[in-house]
């Protein structure tokens, strides 16, 4: 079965501190997988996507098919980085995700 | 550029009615696809149009269905109600053909009663 697993609904941290949201998944193909960000009183967006290999704002995601995961990281947290975060992967077909339960990431200063 | 919008942003509906959501695409994307968020969970996929018709669905039954119209906007019908429908119903639109962004709207919250 296809799945996407966020095993951490919240992560806190202190400004500065490096940050790793994990995601694992389930795929028996070649997965697309991305990480979308929700900041309060905003709309789900997109992140960055594996395929594209950039860092944005900070944040870089590696694509481990040995360990079929694709955690975010950063090295040093900013309070501004504060918001709820998704793992996805496009399974389904092009454009067709599957979300994982999402982890909340706080950053305290 | 004109987001994603929705409409309406909150609705209360009681078991057994229908309900129909309405979402208009980005400007430029051609392809719609629908989202359930229930409380504390990930969206779960619904169903995708393009061209006018179904491109895919998620595991969702029959009595949830969909339209696109040819200005790209498209709605989502929901028949028989019932408690477990609860949820943020989110729609995104993109452009079809390979894994293109997905750009979401702010969602329709629907409770039943």
């Known amino acids: 079965a296809q799945r996407v697993t966020q095993p951490e609904k919240l992560l806190s941290v202190f400004k500065g501190a490096p940050v790793e949201l994990k995601c694992n998944y389930s795929?028996?193909?070649?997965?697309?997988l991305f990480w979308y960000v929700q900041y309060s009183r905003q709309r789900l967006q997109l992140l960055l996507r594996h395929i594209s290999r950039e860092s944005i704002k900070g944040f870089t995601a590696d694509l481990n098919k040995g360990e079929t995961s694709f955690h975010l990281k950063k090295p040093f947290a900013q309070e501004e980085d504060s918001a709820m975060y998704y793992c996805?992967?496009?399974?389904?077909?092009?454009?067709?995700?599957?979300f994982g339960q999402g982890t909340t990431l706080q950053v305290k200063p | 550029e004109t987001g994603v919008t929705q409409s309406p942003t909150h609705l209360i509906k009681t078991r057994g009615q229908q309900v129909t959501l309405r979402c208009s695409s980005q400007?430029?994307?051609?392809?719609v696809s629908w989202y359930q968020q229930a409380l504390g969970q990930g969206p779960q996929f619904i169903f995708q149009?393009?061209?006018?018709?179904?491109?895919g669905r998620g595991n969702f039954p029959p009595r949830f269905s969909g339209l696109q119209f040819p200005n790209y906007s498209s709605e989502l019908n929901v028949n028989a109600l019932e408690l477990d429908d609860s949820a943020l119903y989110l729609c995104?639109?993109?452009?079809?053909?390979?894994?293109?962004?997905?750009?979401f709207g702010d969602g329709t919250r629907l409770s039943i009663l």
């Open positions: 400007s430029g994307h051609n392809t």
């Open positions: 795929y028996s193909g070649s997965p697309e």
């Open positions: 995104a639109s993109s452009l079809q053909g390979g894994d293109q962004p997905q750009h």
């Open positions: 996805a992967l496009s399974g389904l077909g092009a454009g067709k995700l599957i």
């Open positions: 149009y393009y061209r006018e018709e179904e491109n």
